[in-house]
């Protein structure tokens, strides 16, 4: 039940519970996957990519099941949160990697698909790398901080696909956001 003190996590269960019970396959990512994996961080919206062809009016019948209502712009609210949800246009990717497995994490009779920890960071430095957001820079790293056993190599390999395949990817930028990925490590 989403009521004024539910968290983005707890939309985002609800939400992709609904979805999963409509048969649609819906993966947390971008912004609201790190505010999963790191308390500290919080957005403001759902993003979620939808993993098959779905219609339109099977999410939205979905969605009205737990009050949320399709708005402008395709963003979807609720009277007594003020979290919305979004679903970025798919395939799920981080850059040029094609995100094929997630995590499926249950909650008593809920569940939630969402990113792995590693994309998580992939994708919030991928901000700051093409947009030089900063704060997404900062969370990458908050993320790989808290969450134990980050494959760091895993991290590593994406962002050297990366830079194979884009020139434009300042290597300067990546080498300084991995000395301080791996500080923690140490």
Same mark, same amino acid.
């Given at each position: 039940m989403i009521d004024a003190e539910s968290s983005l996590i707890d939309v985002a269960f609800e939400a992709c519970s609904a979805l999963d019970r409509a048969g649609i396959v819906a993966v947390l990512c971008g912004g609201s996957a790190?505010?999963?994996y790191c308390a500290e961080y919080q957005s403001l919206d759902a993003d979620f990519v939808l993993r098959l062809d779905t219609s339109e009016r099977a999410v939205n019948a979905? #969605?009205?099941?737990?009050?949320?209502?399709?708005? /402008?712009s395709n963003v979807y609210s609720h009277h007594a949160s003020r979290f919305t949800i979004e679903f970025p246009a798919g395939p799920l990717a981080i850059g040029r990697k094609i995100v094929q497995t997630w995590l499926t994490v249950n909650r008593r009779e809920l569940l #939630?698909?969402?990113i792995s920890a590693e994309d998580? /960071?992939?994708?919030r430095f991928l901000h700051y790398w093409?947009?030089?957001?900063?704060s997404a820079r900062a969370i990458a790293l908050e993320v790989a901080r808290v969450v134990p056993n980050l494959d760091a190599g895993a991290i590593a390999?994406?962002?050297?696909?990366?830079?194979?395949?884009d020139?434009?990817?300042d290597p300067a930028a990546w080498v300084a956001f991995e000395a301080d990925l791996l500080e923690p490590m140490r």
């Open positions: 790190a505010s999963y979905a #969605l009205v099941e737990i009050g949320y209502r399709r708005g /402008v #939630l698909h969402v998580s /960071v992939c994708d093409a947009w030089h957001d900063r390999a994406w962002a050297a696909g990366e830079m194979a395949a020139s434009s990817y």
